[in-house]
């Protein structure tokens, strides 16, 4: 059982996303403009953001006193706040609650109602300056342009991927999606883009030049060499734009390599004015750690955690199972009722025709099990559907196949709570 007072932050959901910064701006002043008294790294896309939080997160806290704010969190609320690897204590939030809950029920009468994700981003701006932390590393919860995160001035951006997402909000085109992630942008502040696409990197180019933020696309300033993939991650020689590296990359699948490099571009960016060496960004790498990406939790037979929540995410771990040659193994899935599930399923059933449908505890967004057994049926031979997923779980364990739990970051958090 919950905190009430964390109750009362997810109850906060039930307002949905706003996408203005106003009452974001108001929470801030209220707090101090506590984003003011550390310095930032703020990444967005559509996929890859998290990977990339994670890795110059793992980069420079070797050097300094570094946080790091993501979402959503696999199985506690808390794991969105970290501080030199420990998570916000629950206290902190608790009290935080309890001293500013008047003051939010003030601004739901005077403006509107503070969302989740924009209580959430103040409590984290607010403990990281009570930490004192020289950095933060900073996931965009939505988009970017309004983004509750977008108070921030960072001292890079980065823009990892675009590809159609949550089109009811942020567009309906490549170019739509493109230029509300470009809203990250800052004047004089370097961007490092990730993305191959010509219409999406045309807009970002354009909004980076008219801000006078130089623009840095991976693709065109870096080479690979040697990649080695494995179960166990990636082995590869990068030469960028500043030197060459070694890098031994703990995270598996070729998108990683992308990833990769917009940290390591990133980190060269500050490396310009801050205490960052090759060696900080090697070793940086070697020993980061981002759960729910192709994450194992058991060897013989295999069971892997994969937060692939959308065709584009879906399509990489496709690719990822191809390339290690994992065959046909079984699937554990449910997903969020706003999501493709049509282009996912077909997606998995390139690498199986079996599949474990199961539904997640999060009631408000899930997808029935009746509509994602319907969905599968047209991909795969063997649909068994299982509500629970701790049964879904345990039945897939008892079969003693390789097996791949997938579909969203949710479902994941249940299964990790079955795990104990």
Not at 71 to 80: D, K, L, M, Q
Not at 122 to 151: H, P, Q, S
């Amino acid at each position: 059982m919950e905190p009430p007072e964390i109750e009362y932050i997810y109850n906060l959901r039930r307002f949905g996303m706003k996408m203005d910064l106003s009452v974001m701006r108001e929470l801030a002043r209220e707090l101090g403009e506590p984003q003011n008294y550390f310095k930032s790294v703020h990444v967005t896309g559509t996929n890859g953001k998290g990977s990339v939080c994670a890795f110059v997160y793992s980069i420079l806290k070797r050097k300094y006193s570094t946080a790091l704010y993501t979402s959503p969190h696999i199985s506690r609320y808390t794991e969105r706040i970290v501080v030199n690897d420990e998570e916000i204590p629950l206290d902190y939030v608790i009290n935080f609650i309890r001293e500013w809950k008047e003051k939010i029920e003030k601004l739901a009468k005077e403006n509107r109602n503070p969302t989740f994700f924009e209580v959430t981003t103040a409590l984290a701006f607010k403990y990281f300056r009570d930490m004192n932390v020289d950095f933060a590393v900073v996931e965009v919860g939505l988009g970017g342009r309004l983004d509750a995160t977008n108070i921030i001035i960072p001292e890079v951006s980065g823009i990892v991927t675009v590809d159609l997402e949550h089109t009811k909000i942020l567009g309906n085109t490549i170019e739509d999606i493109a230029r509300e992630k470009a809203g990250i942008i800052k004047p004089n502040v370097p961007v490092v883009v990730g993305e191959r696409k010509m219409n999406a990197n045309r807009i970002i180019r354009e909004i980076a030049e008219r801000k006078n933020a130089p623009y840095h696309n991976i693709h065109e300033d870096f080479k690979f060499e040697d990649v080695k993939i494995s179960i166990d991650g990636l082995n590869f020689k990068v030469l960028s734009p500043v030197r060459e590296y070694k890098i031994q990359l703990p995270l598996t699948g070729i998108h990683q390599l992308t990833n990769a490099a917009v940290a390591i571009r990133i980190a060269e960016l500050l490396e310009e004015n801050y205490s960052i060496t090759k060696r900080d960004i090697e070793e940086g790498l070697k020993n980061a750690k981002w759960r729910g990406r192709f994450e194992i939790k058991r060897r013989d037979p295999l069971l892997i955690f994969d937060s692939a929540h959308n065709p584009s995410a879906m399509e990489r771990l496709v690719e990822t199972i191809k390339v290690l040659k994992i065959k046909n193994p079984l699937f554990l899935f449910s997903m969020l009722s706003d999501k493709d599930m049509d282009s996912v399923l077909k997606k998995i059933g390139e690498v199986s025709d079996r599949i474990i449908v199961t539904e997640i505890s999060y009631e408000k967004r899930r997808a029935s099990l009746e509509d994602i057994a319907r969905v599968a049926h047209k991909y795969f031979s063997e649909v068994k559907e299982i509500r629970d997923p701790c049964e879904a779980l345990n039945y897939c364990i008892e079969r003693g196949k390789n097996t791949i739990a997938t579909g969203s970051i949710y479902l994941l958090g249940d299964l990790e709570k079955c795990m104990g």
